[in-house]
């Protein structure tokens, strides 16, 4: 039998054809803070280290099932017990893994990241918007009201947020914690960079999951990403987690990585002060408004035709990421702190473009 590929796409389940991919802009740049990368490679050193221990790999065997080695010095790093830990292929696995377990309604304020919508998508759940307030803070009676009426399963709170940049108010999450029946993720991406954690809070509410990732603080290229709960939900999470979803090579890459911890460290303390430096010098920018952060990025409003500043600075080889669209971000660039000299071509570069015409 003949068949056309439209017909095949036909049995596409209609809420996947709804979907638009997630989007990644490829233009090769001089200067790349689109994506909340650490803009340090390991020192060399460091990379000699890793490419030792690669090479010892046995990529004839599988690797081990459970991470037992990178789960424990994860642990040692972030005072997690290893028997309570989930590791997924970025956290983007572990959103995924969430969801599937749980399933929908999945309820997540706006704006926020693009994949837990993404995902439930994808998965067929239903998913719940709840606007932040005009200060990008959690409006906890409105999700409340919300997650009883819809009977959302899952509550997502990035915080510090993306792409807002700040942390939701304890008082805010811990009233959404208390009063919801769902499980609220909280996702700590961001958590190096603001130093402020619910995880000390996880004896105290059974439904909270932590997420965190190794990607924001030098090592996107991984892909790992980091879960936390009550053992009991760690166990359900884990039945739906594909079996040996952490390679071989992220294994021992991500060990041998982070023996580098103090050089990471140090890397997101300078990231963390050019964060301040450039905060400062666009609030002395006119026509620029930047957002308060305890992230490595900046949501920053502009006065003029934010869509014409994205390109125009991405013409001058700079990459940020455009959020100009109807609605709470109009008018919105999202940039990733970089090295002090690619902050200062980026300021540069943006004075000059916001001067002309
Ligand atoms: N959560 C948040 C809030 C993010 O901003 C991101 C990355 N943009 C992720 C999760 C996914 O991170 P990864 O899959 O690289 O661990």
């Known amino acids: 039998m003949k068949r056309s590929s439209s017909a095949v796409v036909g049995l596409v389940k209609p809420a996947v054809r709804a979907l638009k991919a997630y989007h990644v802009d490829e233009t090769p740049v001089r200067i790349k803070l689109d994506a909340m990368e650490n803009p340090y490679p390991l020192p060399s050193a460091a990379r000699r ?24 010095a994860i642990g040692a790093m972030w005072n ?14 572990l959103i995924q893994a969430i969801i599937l377990a749980f399933g929908g309604p999945v309820l997540a304020p706006s704006p926020t990241f693009a994949m837990y919508e993404i995902t439930a998508r994808a998965l067929s759940q239903d998913v719940v918007t709840v606007p932040l307030t005009g200060e990008f803070d959690l409006d906890a009676d409105a999700v409340i009201k919300k997650a009883r009426q819809t009977g959302a399963r899952v509550v997502f709170l990035a915080s510090p947020n993306n792409p807002t940049g700040n942390r939701y108010s304890d008082d805010a999450v811990r009233k959404v914690l208390l009063n919801v029946n769902a499980a609220v ?16 809070q996880l004896s105290k509410h059974p439904n909270m999951i932590v997420l965190r990732t190794l990607s924001k603080i030098g ?5 790992i990403g980091v879960l936390t709960a009550a053992p009991a939900v760690v166990d359900e999470l884990n039945k739906v987690r594909l079996p040996y979803n952490i390679n071989a090579l992220s294994q021992a890459a991500g060990l041998a990585a ?9 890397q997101i303390a300078v990231l963390v002060a050019e964060r301040t430096k450039l905060y400062q010098a666009l609030l002395r920018t006119p026509g620029v408004t930047p957002f308060p952060s305890e992230t490595n990025f900046l949501l920053i409003w502009i006065e003029k035709d934010a869509t014409k500043v994205f390109q125009a600075l991405k013409k001058r080889g700079i990459l940020v990421k455009n959020l100009d669209r109807p609605g709470p971000l109009k008018g919105c660039l999202r940039v990733t ?8 071509e980026f300021l540069k570069n943006l004075r000059s473009i916001l001067s002309k015409d």
């Open 219 to 223: 090592l996107a290229g991984l892909r």
């Open 258 to 266: 982070l023996r580098q911890r103090k050089v990471l460290d140090q």
């Open 337 to 344: 702190i970089g090295t002090p000299a690619q902050n200062r």
């Open 185 to 200: 993720v909280i996702d700590e991406a961001y958590y190096s960079f603001s130093g402020r954690s619910w995880l000390p």
């Open 49 to 72: 280290e890793l490419a030792a221990s690669l090479s010892s790999a046995p990529l004839n065997l599988y690797p081990d099932p459970t991470a037992k080695k990178l789960k424990s």
């Open 80 to 93: 997690i017990r290893p028997d309570r830990m989930l590791l997924g292929n970025g956290s983007d696995e």
